[in-house]
């Protein structure tokens, strides 16, 4: 599976989770949308894009149980949160209540929404090992709450929340419900209708494995009339509709939108549910290897952790480390903000035991390392 992907075959690559690998059938088919643009931009943009992005968006909501009307792309699942969180009413004194383990930029961009309404973003910090999230959650809930956001599958921790469980409890005491599905797409199966979230951002361009800059937007209908996109353009002409003011945003490249038909192509061609096992298994070996090797305990139950897993690091060994491992020993794996203490390790199609064990040979070296230039 490695040569399907275009990644260093000098790097052991462990960070499928930030910004994704894209294979090369996949690219290939990119780099067409691209040049097919180039040949004829004016016919391309204005008579063809319309329907080309129309075909795309009903891939995507076919392959996670939405409506095509539902769904718009966006480039990033946090611009996603951001349209979803400007979208609200809030009015002085209401409360978004958020777990604690939310991805850092829609933090802010939370608090800054919440600022200039006079409003209140709520954080319920969850302890470690994360369990309880959802009682601890709706513990801080007060009557003043009128928004519930949490992760799908959390950024730094790498752990898999009870999502379903969270917007049913958050929608039965008729608060709003955001998602950030951010790792969701092609790491899980979704189907967004029978979650029932009023909004639910996602990245195409991490485990889905589209290009760079695909993402999207769920939207239930009884909220789309507010929703704008992050730009007043044509869309917003005459009889504006969601799809309109989301999609025309202006000349821009649509390229990784179109392909990403492609990648959901590739996904179902090769990651079957033998395959998504054999990753996820491989996963939770890995974490209980790099806890025995750093001795520390797990952060999360083993049914949380699916396709990527993070871990407690010594104190104060994170700073420099992830530059350590990739600089002397050609191992790229971030090391998790903002207390830089725990190590996230993605296993994803392409990646081996081999490549794990580098990592556990590395590690206390790099360790070391760290440790001596801190002294």
């Not at 991490?206 to 869309?235: D, M, T």
């Not at 897993?309 to 060994?317: H, I, N, Y």
């Amino acid at each position: 599976m490695r040569d399907l992907f275009l990644l260093d075959p000098d790097v052991v690559f462990l960070n499928h989770g930030s910004f994704g690998a894209c294979p090369r059938p996949v690219f290939e088919r990119y780099q067409a949308w691209q040049l097919e643009l180039e040949r004829e931009p004016v016919d391309f943009i204005l008579n063809r894009l319309h329907g080309l992005l129309a075909e795309a968006r009903a891939a995507l909501a076919a392959y996670m149980g939405a409506a095509p009307d539902d769904l718009t792309f966006v480039q990033n699942a946090t611009t996603g949160v951001n349209m979803a969180a400007r979208s609200l009413d809030l009015q002085p004194g209401d409360e978004v209540l958020a777990t604690g383990l939310e991805y850092g930029a829609c933090d802010l961009a939370w608090e800054a929404i919440c600022a200039r309404a006079g409003a209140r973003y709520v954080r319920a910090e969850m302890s470690l090992p994360v369990e309880d999230v959802v009682e601890q959650l709706f513990a801080r809930q007060t009557d003043r709450t009128r928004v519930v956001f949490a992760s799908h599958i959390t950024s730094e921790t790498g752990v898999l929340l009870p999502i379903e469980e969270i917007v049913r409890r958050a929608r039965g005491a008729g608060l709003v419900t955001i998602v950030d599905g951010a790792h969701a797409p092609g790491h899980v199966p979704l189907d967004l209708e029978a979650l029932g979230a009023d909004f639910y951002s996602g990245n195409c361009h991490k485990w889905l494995s589209a290009p760079k800059g695909a993402g999207f937007l769920h939207v239930r209908p009884e909220h789309q009339e507010r929703v704008e996109g992050p730009i007043v353009s044509w869309g917003h002409a005459n009889a504006s509709t969601f799809i309109s003011r989301t999609e025309e945003q202006g000349t821009r490249d649509a390229a990784a939108y179109l392909t990403v038909p492609a990648a959901i192509a590739f996904q179902q061609e090769h990651m079957s549910e033998e395959v998504r096992a054999r990753c996820v298994e491989a996963c939770r070996e890995a974490r209980r290897d790099l806890c025995t090797l750093l001795g520390s305990e797990p952060i999360a139950p083993e049914e949380m952790v699916l396709h990527m897993a993070s871990v407690r690091l010594p104190d104060g060994a994170g700073e420099t480390l992830g530059r350590t491992l990739f600089e002397e020993h050609g191992i790229e794996i971030p090391v998790m903000r903002p207390q830089k203490d725990l190590l996230r390790i993605s296993i994803a199609l392409y990646t081996t035991r081999d490549d794990v064990d580098r990592l556990l040979d590395a590690l206390p070296r790099a360790l070391a390392t760290v440790a001596s230039v801190r002294a």
